[in-house]
């Protein structure tokens, strides 16, 4: 599918309703007033074939997302009340996902990262960042980038790249769409929807003259390099938990979330 194009869908729509942290019995409603079936959706328990179950999905808040992100769902998404993309706002409900269902909306791909440390895993849509556990605490952080940095997962003909190592409050990779959050925030370039780079940029850096790079996400490793201050492992926002000095968290393309896009922001 380009991007861009409207979804086409059977006539018989089940649309599965992600809302782990919100009461979504108006959205259900609403799936049901536009011609949808929404079974068992009120903040259900996603699975990781929860993507295989639907033929849509409508994701509420920035929770109902992330669950899309990490089970790796499949199908078109409507974002409801979604910080810093184009979504619905819960009060368009009715007439929004009607057009949803109706495929009205464009539906685009947005590249999705895989992150891998020797202790968790996750997937991110929008940032991966290194921080300092402790406010205004500096640490020591490498970034290499290059296929190579994935480990088993590298490709024949790999390569990787040292970037740099640099002192500060923390690192963050960011996506395209989460190029325009916090790594905006931080001094980051804004990255174009559809290419598949991101941005790498340090926090709060112990420099006057700080850099950032823009990378393939086909791999890129942040490491921290000193051990006089605890670092926490944040995937779109959200915490993975420490990170140890010399533990690689590996950062590589795993596919992408096929996000539909109502006219309004």
Known sequence: MSDGEPARRRESTSVGVFAPETDATEIVDAVDAAGGV????????VTETAGTDHDAVVAV?????????ATGVDVP??????????????????DGIERFLADE????????VAVDTPTTNGRALRD??????????????????????????AVAGGSANQLAKFRADGVVVATPVGSHGYARAAGGPVVVDGTDVGAVVPISPFATDPDHWVVPLSGVSLTVERDDADVELFVDGHSLGRVRSGSPVRIGRDGTLRLASPHRV
């Open 128 to 153: 991966v960042a290194l921080m300092t556990a402790a406010p205004a605490s500096i640490s020591e952080f490498a970034v290499a980038a290059g296929t190579e940095v994935l480990g088993h997962d």
């Open 77 to 94: 998404v409507l974002p409801v009340d979604v910080d810093g993309i184009a979504s619905l706002a819960s009060g368009d409900d009715s």
């Open 61 to 69: 808040g920035d929770a109902g997302l992330r669950e899309c992100v």
């Open 38 to 45: 929404a079974p068992g959706a009120v903040d259900i328990a």
């Open 105 to 112: 909306y464009p539906i685009r791909e947005r590249p999705v």
